[in-house]
């Protein structure tokens, strides 16, 4: 049982780094296994427990995969030799069933357990499957696993409902060697998505339209590993920014893509926040207090749902009353540990009104989904007095080294791990890279 307890009050100030996007690298890595010649060297991949499951659970297909003594990610997918993922690691992440694409292109056969619900409302892969079908696989739903055979993927033409990402994604991933053109009418367009088509591309992959909403893949017959360095998370950089925001503090944010950031930052320059563009680089200074503001979000390139809770956060002790609309998923759970730290919030469907109140306080609290962390951390860096945050295992998945960059602008946050009682439960399952 670990928990972090922030003391708040305290400005962040200094330089920290930012990691390699961690929703790129998630898709990447399986992607590299794609690759029947040569290997993939991946730079620039986040350490957080989300990247531990998808790598194990490579290795678990038969792919060789592991980390140099320099943090480089190694992957060599020849040997991929097994066509049903482990249930055990797939439950933990919804981005696992990337490994359907990898292994329908490769291998012809795939049985990937469904992912569950989760915590951020129903997750359901129906248009991931609609895609396969769509490229002539034969897919049945069997024993909560999803069960299916190409002989070999067939281009087509599919209009991807809500502009899915991990569709997009998986899609581009089965499509790369497939027979024949797939084209991906109303594909999603995140940075992400970019990220990874130029990595096919280098592997020998014919992807054109990436970014826009057509995309198009010829697919090819073979694909080689590459050297390859995966795009800054915007996620983390976002989330910083709002952590310099709400403790007044003045932070710079190094290895950032401010194109990537363009609505996030011109809603926090709304807010008070001032914000220097430098060559790769960020300069963030918070204003006396921040201001209300009003957020939908949306597909990119508009505001993205995962810096929506690291957003309210800020809201919270702005000065007014902030409406804040959420269209991608049922992700206000969370409000209700702020409204334990004293927020005023009220939601109702998919809006959340937020009225700013001058201080919050320090109380324990629970982390319900890994952007929820985030925005929980925040609260607490401006919090009088000491926040206990529980479920820091979910923070983990998805932000490298979080209180070391905290702790190293200044924050007052430790983490504690209990093994009170230990010996009554079962020891957790271990990540072995
Ligand atoms: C990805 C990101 C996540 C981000 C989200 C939206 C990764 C690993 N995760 O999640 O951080 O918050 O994009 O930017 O990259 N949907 C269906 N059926 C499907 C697929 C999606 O109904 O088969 C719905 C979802 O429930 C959601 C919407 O479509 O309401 C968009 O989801 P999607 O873009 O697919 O999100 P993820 O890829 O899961």
Known sequence: MARLIINGGRPLEGTIHISGAKN???????????????????????????????????????VEIWFDDKGLLHV?????????????????????????????????????????????????????????????????????????????????????NRASVGTTINLMIAASLAEGTTTLENAAKEP???????????????????????????????????????????????????????????????????????????????????????????????????????VETTPYPGFPTDLQQPLVACMCVAEGTSVVRETIFDRFRYVDELRRMGADIKTERETAIIRGVSQLTGAPVEITDLRAGAALAIAALAAQGETEL????????GYEHFETKLRALGADVRREVTAEGSDLFEQGYPIEV
Do not use: W
């Not at 529980?390 to 998945?397: E, F, K, M, N």
């Open 192 to 294: 992400e998505v970019v990220d990874l088509a130029i990595f096919l591309n280098g592997m020998g992959a014919k992807i054109r339209g990436a970014g826009t909403d057509v995309i198009r893949i010829e697919g090819v017959d073979q694909l080689r590993g590459i050297e390859y360095a995966i795009i800054p998370d915007r996620i983390e950089a976002g989330t910083f920014m709002c952590a310099t925001a709400i403790t007044g503090g003045d932070v710079v944010l190094k290895n950032v893509v401010a194109e990537h950031l363009r609505v996030p930052i011109v809603k926090m320059e709304e807010a008070g926040i001032i914000v220097e563009k430098g060559i790769n680089e960020l300069r963030v200074r918070a204003p006396e207090r921040l201001k209300a503001i009003d």
């Open 76 to 160: 060599k997918g020849q040997t991929l030799n097994k066509f049903q993922a482990p249930y055990d690691l797939v439950r933990k992440m919804r981005a696992s069933f990337y490994c359907a694409g990898l292994l329908l292109a490769r291998l012809g056969r795939a049985e990937v357990p469904l992912p569950g619900g989760c915590a951020i409302g129903s997750r359901p892969v129906d248009y991931h499957i609609r895609g396969f079908t769509q490229m002539g696989a034969e897919v049945s739903i069997e024993h909560g696993f999803m069960k299916a055979v190409a002989k070999r993927l067939q281009g087509t033409q599919i209009y991807i």
């Open 390 to 397: 529980y479920g820091v295992d979910i923070l983990d998945r």
């Open 24 to 62: 790129s690298a998630l898709a990447i890595i399986v992607a590299a296994a794609l690759a029947t010649e040569g290997e993939s060297v991946l730079e620039n991949i986040p350490r957080g427990t989300d990247i531990g499951t998808i790598c194990l659970i490579l290795r678990n297909l038969g």
